[in-house]
């Protein structure tokens, strides 16, 4: 691992930067395998899963489609292109290319190939689990390079314990992952002086803005921190053009399908497509009420205590919410860094102080623009390079002046950091159970899964989105009819079509985690009501704890 690190800028002298960078990683990988119970997203699992699931446009033949596929799906078809409305939107054959509007689906294609090869969801997280603590490394090899070992060794150990980091990566897969290195890559450009610089620069915009067009934010803020601080190299915008217009290619070509013969489609109102999401920003930067997905307090958890954020998405009772000690340590972190960024020191004309004085107004402008635009955690989770980047800088600058005792010095200037990230990560599995839906955590949707399976359901209705992609996988015997874009659309008499659909089979119904426009749900007795006006009948044959799911035999009333 010594030779990973060693290179003519930086001779290897003492080992201290490889022994932390490595023990982190391995710190990293073990701390993220403690999260077991992160369940299966569904609006991600559609784009790699090897089950693709149904989903009704309409409940009923479509109507002025050019083309039905199986389930009602309408699409439009241009040679081997696919454009539908339901995720992934864009196809070429039978690979995703756009998983929405915003959002490629590049970044999933090795967990595409990998699903259809057989690997399962277990051996896919540690594949991600891996591919962060390898960040991990790369970064800290980045920083040795640049001829900063103490500040690699301390960035190693705050990334691999970023809750972010370590969650994200293994629960969002490969575009929170791409978004991450896209962040990543422009940080090295401003270490890297010439044409390195240049092709870093270039590779990050391609990547960020293909895996999501929300990087545009994270990459104003990076770049002119960068430029500011004359930190980029070179030609940096020629570059920046070439990789921005390579990242946006998929989109303009999926833009084009939809606004042009996608426009002749049954309209599904979807958070997937470009005028919702618009409207979101608009609501966003007008400051009206958001969900509590998107309250203002999340900048606040993203710099304190990540996972306190799943308590304010999910609403939980205080008597559930993590301890304030992960947010305290997190807090002081940030303070050590600060005490670091203000203390006196050579103004230094290396690379990495270069960065340094590129994040003091890179990072702080990404985070700001994160938010305003987008106030979801998962957006901001996009700076958690950078954050570790200038916060391990900064903590270097402090620790160089112990002198001999540095190194042991530099670890209990991070121990803070770290140790909130240690904590917020070994509490996220309670959180996550906590969840009113059991669609969130894995063991909800085991034991949904568990209950079909004990009713030996065959053919199963339900209308919720967070079931859609995610259950499938866990019941691939099971025909699950998917009808949440008929909610979508506000389609008349949901109640009596879900029925009818459902009869001689089951209906499933499901708690949600928060408030949708996609689900659909009743008690028994609205549900009899709407079965008895229809000549059926609907009968229970199962319900978890709390009536958290409920499953009804739907027959013909004698």
Known sequence: MGNFFRTPAAPPGRHGAAALAVAAATLGLLLSAQVQNTGLVGEVAVTWSAHRPQALLALGPPVGTERAEPGGEAAVHRGPLRWGPTRPTLRLGGWPLMVNAYTGALPDLPAVIAAR??????????????????????????????????????????????????????????????????????????????????????????????????????????????????????????????????????????????????????????????????????????????????????????????????????????????????????????????IGALAPGAGGLRPADRLRRALHLGLPLQLTLLWAFAHDLHHLAQAAVPAALWAGLCLARLARRAGPASWLVAVALGAPAAGSGALALLQTDALLDAAPGPMVSARGQREVAALLRAAGAQRVVLCDYEAWGSLDPLVPAVELRHAWPAAATGAPGLSAALLGEAEGGHLLTLRASAPFIYNWSAEGPALEAAAAELGLRVRPVGALPGRRAALWAVERAP
């Open 117 to 338: 090869l057989g690997a399962t969801e277990g051996a896919l997280r540690w594949a991600m689990r891996g591919a962060a603590a390898l960040l991990t490394l790369g970064v800290a090899r980045g920083l040795w390079r640049a001829g900063a070992p103490l500040a690699a060794g301390i960035t190693a150990l705050l990334l691999a314990t970023r809750w972010d980091l370590q969650v994200y990566r293994v629960w969002l897969g490969g575009t929170e992952l791409a978004l991450v290195l896209a962040a990543a890559a422009l940080c090295v450009a401003m270490l890297q002086p010439g044409p390195r610089g240049r092709a870093w620069v270039a590779a990050g915009l391609m990547i960020g803005l293909h895996a999501k067009i929300t990087f545009v934010a994270s990459a104003c803020g990076l770049l002119l921190g960068g430029a500011l601080a004359g930190a980029l190299p070179r030609g940096w915008a020629r570059a920046a053009l070439l990789g921005a217009g390579l990242g946006l290619a998929p989109a303009a070509l999926a833009a084009a399908l939809e606004l042009g013969p996608g426009a002749a489609l049954p309209r599904l109102p979807s958070h997937d497509r470009i005028d919702l999401q618009l409207g979101r920003v608009w609501a966003a930067l007008r400051g009206e009420a958001p969900g509590a997905r998107e309250a203002a307090p999340t900048l606040w958890r993203a710099l304190t205590d990540p996972s306190a954020f799943l308590a304010d998405a999910y609403q939980l009772p205080p008597s559930v919410r993590p301890p304030p000690l992960a947010a305290a340590l997190g807090l002081c972190g940030w303070f050590l860094a600060g």
